[in-house]
C-alpha cells in the first residue's frame, strides 16, 4: 500500500513542473530546525504548493530523510540522493544521523502530503487525499485547497473540497460565509467536525453563530450515534462468536454427551499451540507462503485437539460415564497435567501467534467504525462451524447416532448402533471444535498454558444459559451475552460488566434451570 | 525458654525436614502434660516410641535455639565462600510478559559479578522462585526464601500488589528488598529500595508532555489501567495534577480493566468517542499482557498517534515483541531508560545482554536481544547492593541499609544514578520516546539531568506532612526476638 502510495508519488512528482520553493534554506530548516521551524518550513512549502516538496517531506515522512554533516540526503535502501539536486551520491556517507520527527510534525507532514496531492492529476490520488484531509486539514492549506477547489469537477471529489475549505474558513471570514460553513458541516459525519465546532463554540459571542453551531452538531452527533451503536452490537457480536466457538465443542460433550469436561479450555489451549506449531513451520520452509499458513493451522488445531480428546474419552472418561462428580474431577485433575505439559514443552510464558498480513488492520465503514479484519475473519468462522456441525449432526449418520445416544442410549444400543465406539466419536468432535476456538483465539488474544483457564467458565456459562442439549440455546446465548456484555460494559466499565453477568446468570438459572432452550421429554431427568 | 520452644516449633519443622514428623508431632503433648497435668504415656504403645519422640524433642528443642538465633545470623552462617540472593519474579502467569526477564538479568549479573570475584570474596548463589503471578503466593515465596533458604536479599515483584503483599514479611523478618519497577510512590520502607520512577519521574513528565504544544498540546485525558493499586494510585495523583493545571472533571476519562483483560473493542471505541471533544490523549497504565490484545485492537481499529497519542507507564521494548508495532509508530512510553539510547554505558550492557541471551538460549531474546527500564533498574539494583555490602563489609541489613545511602552506579541510560541519602529511591533521568516501526523508541522528550524521587506525591492531600525518609530502626523494631 505504501509502496503504491509512494510509486504515485514519484510519477507525480516528475509530472510536476520544476518551479520550485523548495531551496536550501527550506531543506535546512526541514532538517536541522527544532520541531517550530520545521512545522513553518512545512507551512510555506504547502502554502506555496510545490509538488516537488512531496518527495523531501514523504522522505522526511518516511524516516528515510537523514544528515551527513552538512548534507541533506534521501536514503533508499543502500542509495542516497541529495534532497536539494535530486542528484545521486556515492559513495553513500557512512556516518549519517535520522532526523527526529514526533508525533505533531507527523501530523503536520500527512496534513501537508495530502494537501499537496489535493492538485495530482489521478483522481484516486486526490480522493484519497481529500478524505485525508476532511477533518484535519490547517490554516495553512487554505490557499492550496482553493486552488484545488477551482480546478475540480469530479463529483465526489468537490463537495469534501467544500468541506474542507469551509473547515478552513470557520473561525475567520465574514459572518455569512462562516455560518455557510456551519452549515455545510451539518452534513458531515466525521468526528473532526464536531471536534472542530465544539472549539468553534468556545469563546464565541455572536448568538447567531452559536445557534448554527448547536444546530449542526446535534446533527452530526446524532449520525455519530449511530456509528456508535453500531460499532457496539459488531464488538457484541464479534465477543458472541467468540463465545460461540468456546461453547460449541462444550456444548456436544457436555449438552449431548453430559461430560462435565473441565479440561474443554486446555483443548481449546491446545488448538492454540496447535496453530502456533504450524506457523514456526510456515516462517522455517514456507516464509513465502507465511499468509496462508491459518489454512493448515484451522485442520491441524482440529486434529490435534480431537486426538487429545479421543484419547482421554478411551483412557479415562468411558469408565465415569453417569459419575458426574468423579468426571468433574478427573477432568480437571488432566486440565492441569495439559498445563504443565505444554509449561515443559513451550515454556511458562505467551508465545506469540502473528496474525497473517490480510487479518491486520480494518475495514472503515463509518467515520467512526473501524471493523477490524481480524473480528470479521472470526465471525465468519464462526458461523462456518456452526453450520459445520449442524450439519454433522443432523445430515449424517454419525449426526444420527450421537442424537440417538443421546435421547436414549439403552434403546440405541439394542437397534445396533455402537454407542461406546459413537461417544469416542463424538467426543473427539467436540474437542476438535475446542481445537479451532483456539486456533481462533490465538488470532486475537494471548495464547499461553493458561489460555484455557479464562475460557472454561464462559463457556459453561454459555451452555447452562442456552439449555443443555440444544445447539440453537448455545448460539442464542452466546450472541445474547456477547452484546449484553459489551452494552454492560458501555455503560458501566469492563469489570462491572463482568460481576453483572454473573449475576445475571445466577439469578437466571434460579429461575429457569434448564435454561433457555430446554429440550422436552425423559432425556431432561436423566 | 519453654515458650521460645513453643513459638519456634512451627517453624522448626519446616526448616528441618530431616527431623521426623512423627516425634515433632507429639511434642505439644508433652507441654500439655506439664501444664494440664494429663497423661501422655497411656497414649504411646510401646517403649521405642517413648525414646523415639524424647530424641525427637531434644533434637527439636536444640533445633529450636538454632532457629531463633537464625535472623540475626542468617546471612553470614552460610558455608564460607557463597552468599545466597533471592530473586522473586513471576515466571508464569498473566505478569510472566514482562517478569521473566528480570529473572535473567539477575541471573547475568550474578554471574558477571561471580566471574570478577563475587561479594566480598563471595560468590553469589541465586535462589529463583516463581510466584506465578499469585499474589499471596508472591508473601509465601518471600517468606521461605528469608526463613528457608536464608538469603542476603531478594530482588523481585513487578506489579505494586504484590509489593504490597510480601512488604509485611521483608519488615517482619527484617530483610531487604530491591523493586525495579516503576510504581505509584506513597511507600517508603526501610527494608526495600526502589530501583524504579516514583510518579515525578515518569508519570507527571509524560503528562506535562503531551500538554506541551510539541507533544500535541493535549486538553482531555483518558486513565486507562488494569484494576489494581498502582494504576488507581497513579491516577488519583495524574487527576489532582491535571486539576492544579486547570483540566475540567469531564474533560478526564478513567476507565478500569481486569488482569489479563483481553477484549478491548469497547475501550478502543470509547477512546475514539471521547477524543471527537476535543484534543485527547490517553494514559496507559495497563500492566501484564493484557497490553497485546490492547495495541492489536488500536492498530486495527486505526486510532492514529497523530489524532490520539497513546502513553504507557508499563510498556516497553519487550511487552511490545509480540505486536505488530507498524500501526503503532507515535505511541509513547515514558520511562528511565530505552534500548535506543546512545551511551557507552548502553552499549556495553546491551551487548552484554545479547552475549548473555545467545550464551543461555533465552527464548525469544537469542534471536533479538531487546532491553528495557526495568531490567536496567534491576541491573542498577544488584550493582548498588554488592557496593553497599563491599562499603558495610557484612551483609547484616541494618549495616547494608545505612551503606547504600548516597551509592553511585554509572547507569546504562548514560546517567551517573544516585541513591538518595534518606529516601530509598535513586536520582534518574526521565526520558519520553515514541514506538518506531521496528518496536524501538525514538527518545522525543528528556529531562537534563537525573530528578529526585518525591515517593509522596504532593497531588495527594496530607503527604506534605509525611517525612521523606523510611520510620527510624528503634520505632519499628521487630518484635519476633523478644
Redesign the interface.
Known sequence: MRRTLFAVLLIFAAWANPASALDRAAVDKLAFGD?EEKIEAIAALVAEGDPKAVLVLGALLE?ELQTSGKRVLIIKGTEATDALTGVSVTPVPAEREDI?????L??TL?GALAALKLISPERTVRLAAAKELEG?ADAAMLPLVKKALDKESDPAIKPLLEQIAATLEIKSGTKESRLAAIRTLEQSSN??A??LL??VLEGEKDEDIRLAVEKSLLAIEGR?AWG?RA??M??GV??GSILLLAALGLAITYGLMGVINMAHGELMMIGAYGTFVVQNLFRAHFPGAFDWYLLFAVPAAFAVSAVVGMLLERSVIRWLYGRPLETLLATWGISLMLIQAV?TIF????V?V??PAFM???I?VLS?V?L????IVIILFAVAVLALVWLLLTRTRLGLFVRGVTQNRAMASCVGVPTARVDTWSFGLGSGIAGLAGCALSQ???V???LGQ?YIVDSFMVVVLGGVGQLAGTVFAAMGLGVFN?IL??WS???LA?IAILVFIIVFIQKRPQGMFAVKGRTVET | MMREVMSSYGTSSALYPGVSTESLALLPRVFKTTVLGESFMSQSSSFFSRIKSWVGIAAAVAMAFMGAGAPEVHAQAKPAGTVKVGVLHS????M??SE?VLKDVALMAFEEINAKGGVMGMKIEPVVV?PASNWPLFAEKARQLITQDKVAVVFGCWTSVSRKSVLPVFEELNSLLFYPVQYEGEEISRNVFYTGAAPNQQAIPAVEYLMS????AAKRWVLLGT?YVYPRTTNKILRAFLKSKGVADKDIDE????F????Y???V??V??F?????TAVISTING?SN??FY??L????LK???V?VVAFSVGEEEL??V?TK?L??H?AAWNYFMSIKAPANDEFTKKWAAYAKAKNI?GHKDKPLTNDPMEATYIGIYMWKQAVEKAKTFDVAKVSAAMAGQTFTAPSGIVSKMDEKNHHLHKAVFIG?V??DGQF?V?WKTKGPVKAQPWSPFIAGNDKKKDEPALMAEKAPEKKK
Do not use: C, M
Not at chain 1, 347 to 350: D, E, F
Open positions: 520541531g524516516g527526529l520527527v514526533n508525533n505533531r507527523r501530523g500527512n484535519s468526528a473532526g464536531k471536534t465544539l472549539a455519530l456508535q460499532g457496539l459488531f464488538a464479534s465477543l509449561r515454556g511458562a510464558q505467551n506469540q502473528e496474525n491486520s488492520g480494518g472503515a467512526n473501524v477490524p479484519w481480524n473480528r486475537i488474544g494471548n499461553g498454558p493458561d479464562s459489551k460494559e458501555a466499565g469492563a469489570v463482568k | 515466571l508464569s502467569g498473566t510472566a510478559i521473566t516463581d504544544k510539541e507533544g500535541g484494576d476507565k478500569y480493566t481486569p489479563g483483560h483481553s477484549d473493542q469497547t475501550i471505541a470509547d475514539k468517542k477524543s471527537a471533544g476535543g484534543k499482557d497485546v490484545p492489536k485492537e492498530g486495527n481499529q486505526g498517534a497523530t489524532d497519542p515483541r509480540g505488530d500501526p509508530v507515535g509513547l527464548a515514541e518506531k516501526a525514538n522525543v
